[in-house]
């Protein structure tokens, strides 16, 4: 297993490990849907990490710290990215914050 594969929440594991064939097309979509997109790597990732933090899915948090730290987004860019929908969404994002700064600290350290 690889660094980032290391940041996979359980639930997803369990899910690769259980329903492989579910697994194999799900990331076949993530894959072609990334082809697709007119976002830079690192643009993508930090609206990505907004995205899990509004819709309080912070298991997945460490995983996508850790691509966008390899797209170069720096540890500000990451916060900025968390409490991008304070607005929208309320400090509910806040939540985000302590598994990405972790996660950003710890990746390629």
Do not use: C
Request: aromatic share 6%; glycine share 6%; hydrophobic share 50%.
């Amino acid at each position: 297993m690889n660094d980032k594969e290391n940041l996979l929440s359980d639930a997803f594991q369990v899910f690769m490990r259980e329903a492989p064939q579910y697994a194999e097309v799900w990331m076949a979509a993530v894959q072609n849907l990334g082809k697709i997109s007119a976002l830079d790597k690192k643009t993508e990732s930090l609206a990505y990490l907004a995205v899990l933090s509004a819709l309080r899915l912070e298991s997945g948090i460490p995983f996508h710290v850790a691509l966008a730290k390899d797209a170069g987004a720096s540890r500000e860019e990451v916060i900025s990215a968390i409490l991008v929908g304070l607005p929208a969404a309320g400090n509910v994002v806040t939540r985000s914050l302590p598994s990405a700064i972790q996660a950003y600290d710890s990746h390629g350290a």
